[in-house]
């Protein structure tokens, strides 16, 4: 759909900072994301992530729909494949009419920080929403493979105190108002295969959109949780096609690719009201 996106069209308008003093539990020193020397297939990969921030994407005004998304892109929680799961789906949820906030969370392997970076950045956008003509209770959660396990972990985590609050923001619900995940990763770490045991699913869960194939080596992730969610009397949508592997995103010439989005926009229609 969107393979080649030039970063000229992407209509950032500003970088927040999630942490405006010490990063809690880190002990490098803040400095802006890396670039890795890696830029194969058209994919720009950011790590040594110690300041992370959200880049926000503003719906345009003559279709805004006052909900706001949170995109966490993947990268197995060492890197961010910041424009093939960041930038180029903030593109194309604009023209839908979403504000779009790309989430650097921490990488490498600080799960445990990204989380806390997830949490905050959900609580800052519900804190600042009128700034962009949002409604504080339509802000969701979007993630790519690792970003989806870490939406995943953000949406049955919410009410976990991850970090000391730091300002008023911190007072606020750090639940996201619906889930969507891409090809996840890591939501099968549980005996025989089974739903990772930190991923308390109950009927306060967020509704989830759901999408994976059969091809790729992470599919059992989508299929583990689409169960545990419908167990909970949770609202999901599962979409489980045949083939398109893993790592995509919305790029033409991949038969998943072709599909997912139109899934998702309708499914947005119903679960964003």
């Not at 006052?66 to 194309?92: K, M, Q």
């Not at 609580?123 to 209770?137: F, H, I, Y």
């Not at 949780?225 to 083939?243: I, Q, S, T, W």
Request: hydrophobic share 40%; net charge positive; glycine share 10%.
């Amino acid at each position: 759909m969107m393979l080649g996106l030039s970063t000229s069209i992407y209509a950032q308008q500003q970088v927040i900072h999630l942490w405006p003093g010490a990063v809690p539990g880190e002990t490098a020193a803040k400095q802006a994301a890396s670039v890795t020397a890696d830029g194969s297939n058209n994919v720009k990969r950011l790590t040594d992530v110690t300041d992370p921030v959200i880049e926000v994407f503003p719906a345009p005004a003559k279709n805004n729909t006052g909900a706001g998304v949170i995109v966490c892109p993947g990268g197995g929680y060492s890197i961010l494949a910041i424009n093939l799961e960041g930038y180029e789906i903030a593109t194309w949820l604009n023209k839908l009419g979403y504000t779009v906030f790309v989430l650097q969370y921490r990488v490498p392997k600080k799960e445990a920080g990204a989380l806390q970076d997830a949490q905050r950045a959900i609580r800052m956008v519900r804190s600042r929403a009128a700034e962009w003509k949002l409604q504080p209770e339509k802000i969701g959660l979007m993630g790519f493979s690792a970003g989806a396990s870490l939406t995943a972990r953000a949406a049955t985590q919410y009410n976990v105190n991850t970090y000391t609050a730091i300002d008023k923001a911190d007072s606020l619900s750090a639940r996201p108002a619906f889930g969507i995940l891409v090809y996840p990763a890591y939501l099968d770490k549980g005996e025989n295969r089974k739903l990772t045991p930190e991923l308390q699913v109950d009927k306060n869960t967020p509704p989830m959109f759901l999408f994976a194939t059969a091809d790729d080596s992470y599919g059992n992730s989508a299929l583990v949780m689409a169960g545990a969610l419908r167990d909970a009397r949770v609202p999901v949508e599962l979409h489980f096609y045949a083939k398109g592997g893993h790592g995509y995103g919305l790029r033409a010439g991949n038969p998943a690719a072709d599909v997912w989005p139109g899934l998702l926009e309708n499914w947005l229609k119903g679960a964003v009201k």
